[in-house]
Every structure is written in structure tokens, then in C-alpha cells.
């Protein structure tokens, strides 16, 4: 089964909000990573977190770890229409980072 | 970054046939990984790429359906064989890159196949 579990499934926001993505994992891990993913396209890397980071910034992302709780968040502040797309978080497990294990994905819509 | 590209971007396929996908990545990367990506889910490991040597395969995947390859440190390529509708997914490829002792997964743009 998957390692991670997302939610919302679906968030539809309006241009400006802010959008909270969570993710919620099952075993110990070396380090969490974001993606994005265009509908039908390739991920694009947006953002790593080690285990024993708490959070993260980069641009208009921030990124949360809980490893007592073994959850993250992703936050997307002043979103654009051009954020819509499915968000996965990746798990890295304890002592390998190379085998990720993903989550089972958020798609989120921006509306202009 | 790593820059990781794949071709075809896209194909449609007839049953019982096979298709090559090929994933060429840039010499930063260590590691190169397949995953398959059914329509609506997730991504799912199929195989780690091992140079000069057969691939780490995943629990359910096997080589003789997901062949793959990869002849040097840069290259790589996996084969869906016998095809069958159910194999209509997108494959991505995925290159693993050290950066400041940090491994980061890069992923290509992906191969969307169908097949009819």
C-alpha cells in the first residue's frame, strides 16, 4: 500500500487564497519531497524536507514536518491560476532516500 | 537540477505489441528509476535501472513484461511488452541526483501510452 495519504483529494480555491495540502505518512523516513504534476505531464521537484527539518520555505511554498505525527503540509500562498495541477508528497524511507514511495495525490484548482 | 528527457512523449499502441521507451538523463545522476503512473492514481516503482547489470524489480512487476536497460550511466530504457489495454498508463523516469549530501528525485516528462 501507498505510504502516504493526501488530503483533500480535490481543493478548488479561489486566485489569491491560500491553499493547505496535507500529508499524512505511515513508517519512519529520511526526508519527505513535494511534486507537482501538470495534468498528463511529467512532476516537477518543488521542495525536500529533511526529518529533522521542521519547515521549509521556497518563493510562495512553505512546508511543514511533524515527524511525532508523522504528517507534513504543503502551503501555496497568493495562488495563481497557473498552480492548478495535482500535488504529491514523496516519502524517502529511514536511511535510503532513494526509493520514494508516494502519496496518493491532491488535485488542486485555482480559479481566476 | 537534472535534466531528464524521454521519448516517445506519447504513444498509441495495438494489443499484443511492445513499445521501448527511452529516458536519457544528464551525468549528475546516480540512480535511475521507472515508475507507472495508472490514470487517476499515484505514481508506483517498477524497477530501479542498473547499470551494466539487471534491474531491481518491485513486488508485481517482472522482467520478462518490463525489460529494461541501462548500457551506461546516462541512458536508459524500458520495454512494455505484449501489451494489453490495462498497460495504458503514463511511465516516467526518474534520475537521482547528491546534492550538498541531499538526494533529490528529478523525473522526466513521462511517456503517455495507450493502448487499444
Known amino acids: 500500500s501507498q505510504q502516504g495519504e493526501e488530503d483533500p483529494q480535490a481543493l478548488s480555491i479561489q486566485e489569491g487564497e491560500n491553499a493547505t495540502m496535507n500529508c499524512s505518512y505511515k513508517?519512519?523516513?529520511?526526508?519527505l519531497q513535494w511534486y507537482r504534476q501538470n495534468s498528463g505531464r511529467g512532476l516537477v521537484h518543488l521542495i525536500l524536507i529533511r526529518s529533522n527539518e521542521r519547515e521549509k520555505h521556497s518563493g510562495r511554498l512553505r512546508v511543514t514536518l511533524d515527524t511525532s505525527k508523522k504528517s507534513s503540509s504543503l502551503l501555496i500562498t497568493a495562488s495563481r491560476a497557473a498552480d492548478t495541477a495535482s500535488y504529491f508528497c514523496?516519502?524517502?524511507?529511514?536511511?535510503?532516500?532513494?526509493?520514494?514511495?508516494f502519496g496518493s495525490g491532491t488535485q488542486l484548482t485555482v480559479l481566476p | 537540477s537534472a535534466v531528464i528527457s524521454q521519448k516517445p512523449s506519447r504513444d498509441i499502441c495495438q494489443r499484443g505489441t511492445s513499445l521501448t521507451i527511452q529516458c536519457q538523463v544528464d551525468?549528475?545522476?546516480?540512480?535511475m528509476f521507472w515508475y507507472r503512473q495508472q490514470p487517476g492514481q499515484s505514481l508506483t516503482l517498477i524497477a530501479t535501472a542498473n547499470q551494466g547489470s539487471e534491474a531491481t524489480y518491485e513486488s508485481g512487476f517482472v522482467i520478462d513484461k518490463f525489460p529494461i536497460s541501462r548500457p551506461n550511466l546516462t541512458f536508459s530504457t524500458l520495454t512494455v511488452s505484449n501489451m494489453s489495454p490495462e498497460d495504458s498508463s503514463i511511465y516516467l523516469c526518474?534520475?537521482?541526483?547528491?546534492?550538498?549530501?541531499?538526494?533529490?528525485?528529478?523525473f522526466g516528462p513521462g511517456t503517455r501510452l495507450l493502448v487499444l
Open positions: 514523496a516519502t524517502g524511507i529511514s536511511g535510503s532516500a532513494r526509493q520514494l514511495t
Open positions: 526518474s534520475g537521482l541526483v547528491d546534492q550538498q549530501n541531499q538526494e533529490t528525485q528529478y
Open positions: 513508517t519512519s523516513i529520511n526526508n
Open positions: 551525468s549528475q545522476v546516480t540512480m
